[in-house]
């Protein structure tokens, strides 16, 4: 792959895109492309598209993948030089199992596919068991 499938502008971290996600994820050492980067542009960018408007969505698929895609990487020492893909690999799958407990609270309410995109209300709903009459 080229290089330009690895790109990050810090100056548009404030617009919410491939390179805000590259800064939250903390994968913007880019210059050196595959060996460096932990994703290609193109695939944060086709999450976006996947996840239009839902922003933590997109980002716990992202680290979803990148905690498969390294957690078979051992750690690694050759005289003076080591890495420890290990300890990168347990950051990114504490920032997933966080972040997949706040997605996961939010998501209460049926979703349209299983309501049948009828377009109804789901049939459970907040203050459903409350007596107004009491």
Not at 6 to 32: C, H, N, Q, S, W
Not at 49 to 60: I, T
Not at 70 to 87: A, I
Not at 100 to 127: I, N, Q
Request: glycine share 12%.
């Amino acid at each position: 792959m080229e290089d330009s499938n690895y790109t990050y502008e810090p100056g548009k971290i404030a617009e919410p895109g491939k390179d805000r996600m590259r800064f939250e994820l903390g994968d913007t050492e880019v210059e050196g492309g595959a060996e460096t980067s932990a994703l290609t542009d193109i695939e944060i960018e086709t999450v976006l598209a996947l996840y239009p408007g839902r922003w933590k969505r997109a980002k716990l698929a992202l680290l979803e993948s990148i905690c498969r895609r390294f957690s078979y990487e051992p750690d690694t020492k050759t005289g003076p030089l080591s890495f420890s893909f290990g300890e990168r690999a347990k950051l990114w799958r504490e920032d997933y199992e966080r972040l997949k407990h706040e997605v996961g609270l939010g998501s209460c309410s049926v979703p349209a596919s299983m309501r049948g995109d009828t377009g109804k209300p789901p049939y459970f709903y907040a203050g459903m068991h409350q007596n107004g009459r009491g």
